[in-house]
């Protein structure tokens, strides 16, 4: 019983977290199909400019045409090494294929170049996070706060890598900050929930998941289904449920793109 509820659990919470991916996609579909083509156009006019590949292979990362994305911007690069969005926008299209290392290596290089957006910091903290590189996730996610110390759920994603290191304080202290911070956010409480179940503090747990249903923006299918495991979690003494906190919040990767630079306005490159 124990394991059941522990697996259905952590499949409740995650399919919540990933259900987020699919509001407005109909509406983005739309606007993308008609930026592909507009692009499209664009390269077959001006083939040895970077930015006509940079916007094409962008709108095909939006799209979810990762392949299509990857070819484009790998043009664009070849283009000019240097263009910065393009080498991070790569990254964007390796993180998403599931290619963490060549994700990492483009982090690592945006960094390197000139203008780097800062968000490339929470981009290189979630590959590192996804490879298991705790450590160095942390340290990502610190840097970012230095240069943005209000970036939405920097702290939550810095907890979820204090926790997979069992540092259990400085993982507390973290999802407090985040909710101190935006305290219309849920998901600290969420998470702070779910590392007291991990610590099998219950009643902690029982606290965090309960203040989280208060929250405005949980979808009633969310809401449902945290009541769902606070029913569980009540109804089943000596419970050791997953962590659904080993995954971090993926869809906010997308937070690091920045679509205006995707009209090629960056760099005076014409």
Known sequence: MGKR???????????AIVAALGLGAHARNSFW???????????????????????????????????DAQKELEKALALNPRYTLSMYNLGLVFYRKGRMEKAIECCRKTLDLKSPPPETYFNLGL????????????KSFKA???????????????GLAYQRQRQWRRAIESFQEELRRDPEN?????????????RKD???ALVHFKRALASPSLSEERVNKVKKIISAIEETPGISPA??????????????VIPPFSKGRAGGIS
């Open 243 to 256: 962590s659904f906190s080993k995954s971090p919040l993926a869809p906010l990767f997308q937070r690091g």
């Open 33 to 67: 199909k008609s930026e592909i083509g507009l692009w499209e156009d664009g390269v077959k006019k001006a083939p040895q400019k970077e930015r006509p590949h940079h916007n094409l292979g962008f709108a095909y990362y939006e799209a979810g045409r990762w392949e």
């Open 144 to 158: 970012l706060l230095e240069i943005k110390p209000d970036y939405q759920n920097t702290y939550n994603n810095l």
């Open 202 to 204: 219950y009643r902690r």
């Open 5 to 15: 509820l522990k697996e259905w659990i952590a499949g409740s919470i995650l399919m």
């Open 186 to 198: 849920p998901y600290p409480l969420l998470y702070l929930g779910d590392l007291y179940i991990e």
């Open 127 to 138: 590959a590192y996070y996804q490879k298991g590189h705790y450590s160095n996730a942390v």
